[in-house]
């Protein structure tokens, strides 16, 4: 199977090294494009793959191809390739804010797409993603669409309809993480912890409580409730999180965010 990936940016590359580490691909089997020189020069010494500036070769010469490049360019892209886009090939794009639908008319024809939307955490294999299909993906190829991004973290099918849902609790909330995360630590630098420590311990209580909503299947209101103490300190920082309006801005913060995203 031949992978072609146009696009030679961050979560290009994690895609790439993540398929290369994990031996779902064979990295001479896989063709990269970029118009920037040094970004193919990284891709084909830090993976051993094939890179080219031509994205119609990327796709005359791939079974499977992704599109990782920036909403702002896409366009150019799909009408660079168009001509060379057929019933065979797979489809996979990473381009945030662009449907289906959108895709099919920019291409001026319907084929195999599967549209995804993955996170930063990618980048460490820590990645959740959203996939969608368009009506001519076979099961067959979503298997192998799962196959690659399981690379990145972790995956999931949705319908098209909450990709802008995704974008909000997924694709950008990792900037609200770490925020949170910068926010605790610098309480507890005021409260006269060392900086580097307070992040250690910031980012390992995030990271950890996470893993305690994946791996116990306990409602996050359980596992918050038994952290909570009669009287005690928990309970008390949770009253303040709550007059300050801590839940209410986040859910007012992803209504923008999806908002924005709806009008990409």
């Known amino acids: ?23 779902l691909i064979e990295s001479e089997e896989i063709l990269c494009s970029s118009p920037v020189k040094a970004e193919r020069e990284k891709a084909q010494i830090s993976f051993g793959i094939n890179v080219t500036e031509n994205n119609r070769a990327v796709v005359q010469e791939s079974d499977i191809v992704i599109f990782a490049v920036k909403p702002q360019v896409i366009a150019r892209v799909v009408e660079e390739v168009k001509d060379d886009i057929d019933e065979t090939t797979l489809f996979i794009s990473i381009v945030a804010g662009k449907s289906i639908a959108w895709f ?8 195999k797409l599967v549209r995804t939307m993955p996170n930063t955490p990618a980048l460490v294999g820590e990645g959740m993603t959203a996939v969608c299909l368009s009506a001519k993906v076979e099961q067959d190829e979503l298997e192998k669409t799962l196959g690659i991004l399981s690379a990145l973290g972790k995956a999931a099918v949705v319908p098209e309809s909450l990709m802008d849902a995704v974008v909000a609790v997924s694709g950008s909330s990792p900037a609200y993480v770490f925020m949170m995360i910068e926010a605790m630590a610098d309480g507890a630098v005021r409260l006269g912890m060392p900086r580097a420590l307070a992040y250690q311990f910031a980012a390992q209580a995030v990271y950890g409580s996470a893993k305690m909503v994946l791996e116990t299947g306990k409602h996050p209101a359980e596992l918050k409730d038994m952290v909570c103490s009669p009287a005690g300190t928990t309970i008390e920082a949770v009253r303040v999180l709550e007059e300050m309006g801590f839940r209410s801005s986040l859910i007012e913060a992803m209504d923008a965010c999806a908002e924005v995203s709806k009008n990409l």
């Not at 696009?7 to 580490?21: D, T």
């Not at 099919?104 to 084929?111: C, I, N, P, W």
């Open 104 to 111: 099919e008319e920019a291409a001026g024809k319907s084929f």
């Open 1 to 23: 199977m031949k992978l072609g990936v146009i696009g030679a940016g961050n979560m290009a590359s994690a895609i790439i090294g993540g398929i290369v580490k994990k031996g």
